[in-house]
């Protein structure tokens, strides 16, 4: 591929990640539950945690809890501190289980913007087909080096009610 195309595709993908342009993973914004201050700054916001939850886009009756630092100071009130990429998940069943449509294995369930440039948290699912549990796996690439950071969680798929258990790899692509 020619020098200048590769330039012109990499500024469009730093505009489209400085002006915030989601993918549809994105489309749903988390619920923020609450933050708890983790480092007291003078004048400027406090770094915090943030815990949020977000329902599975794509399985009614699974919900997800992920909580990640927020940096205070200068940077953090203005927008432009780079966060660090540490996450936990924590995903439950809270309901009947049931599947809005086909996914694959790794399919991006929630994406986030996570610095002016480069980084994004990602949220993805998978299906553990043997055990019928559905799989998440929290992570913050970026797009130089990547990020070893991650964080999974799980739940089984269980009956609710009068309503039998589906089966997860009835719904895979793969």
């Known amino acids: 591929m020619p020098a200048p195309v590769v330039l012109v595709r990499l500024l469009a993908a730093m505009l ?67 966060e660090l990429s540490n996450a936990s998940l924590a995903c439950r069943q809270i309901g009947p289980v049931s599947f809005r449509g086909s996914f ?34 929290v992570y913050t690439d970026k797009l130089i080096e990547g990020s070893p950071e991650n964080s999974t969680s799980t739940v089984p798929i269980m009956p609710w009610g009068e309503a039998p258990a589906p089966r997860c790899a009835d719904y895979l692509d793969d």
């Not at 939850?53 to 501190?81: M, N, Q, R, Y």
């Not at 399919?107 to 949220?123: A, G, T």
Request: aromatic share 10%.
């Open 16 to 82: 489209a990640t400085m002006l915030g342009i989601a993918s549809p993973a994105a489309a749903q914004e988390p619920e923020l539950i609450f933050k708890k201050s983790t480092v007291w700054k003078f004048l400027t916001p406090d770094h915090k945690l943030a815990t949020y939850a977000i329902d599975d886009p794509k399985v009614a009756g699974v919900a997800c809890h992920f909580t990640v630092p927020e940096k205070g100071g200068l940077s953090g009130l203005f927008g432009v501190a780079e």
């Open 104 to 137: 694959s294995q790794g399919e991006e369930m929630f994406s986030e913007r996570r610095s002016v440039f480069f980084k994004r948290m990602r949220i993805v699912r998978g299906c553990d087909t043997t055990r019928n549990v559905l799989v998440y796996l």
